[in-house]
């Protein structure tokens, strides 16, 4: 169970990569860029990860400016996108990584690696799942 959580939070992390909110920036810059003084003025003390930062933004964006309340709002909308992707590849994928990746540890892509290892050997429906999201061809 535990890898998996891990899985999901992986997955969510490069898909955060592979669909970018702009073509030329990832949204976590993106978020960075638009809103670096309410990063410096409200979000100054909060720790980075697991998607504190995007929360506390959140919390102070009736403070924020037009821009950063935009990017705020789109960097949720693609945070709900990732989380249906990984919920629809934990679910199809979840024997295979118990399978094949048990051992692997998470993040950085080293799952995703894992399982494009042992391609020719997934079930079908985590390959189909796979390529469902684009993350194999």
């Not at 899985?7 to 992390?13: D, F, H, L």
């Not at 504190?52 to 949720?76: K, N, P, T, W």
């Not at 992707?85 to 540890?105: A, N, Q, T």
């Amino acid at each position: 169970m535990i890898l998996r959580t891990y899985w999901v939070w992986s997955v969510a992390a490069l898909l955060f990569i592979v669909f970018p909110v702009h073509a030329d920036q990832n949204p976590a810059q993106e978020v960075a860029d638009k809103c670096s003084v309410e990063l410096k003025t409200f979000c100054k003390d909060v720790t980075p990860g697991e998607g504190r930062i995007l929360a506390c933004l959140y919390a102070y964006s009736d403070q924020s400016s037009d821009q950063c309340e935009d990017v705020v709002r789109e960097a949720f909308e693609h945070l709900k996108l990732m989380s249906a992707v990984s919920s629809h590849i934990k679910s199809e994928c979840g024997e295979d990584l118990d399978r094949f990746c048990k051992d692997v540890e998470p993040g950085e892509g080293r799952l995703l690696s894992c399982l494009e290892k042992y391609d020719r050997k997934l079930s079908q429906k985590c390959s189909s799942a796979l390529k469902d999201v684009g993350l194999k061809e």
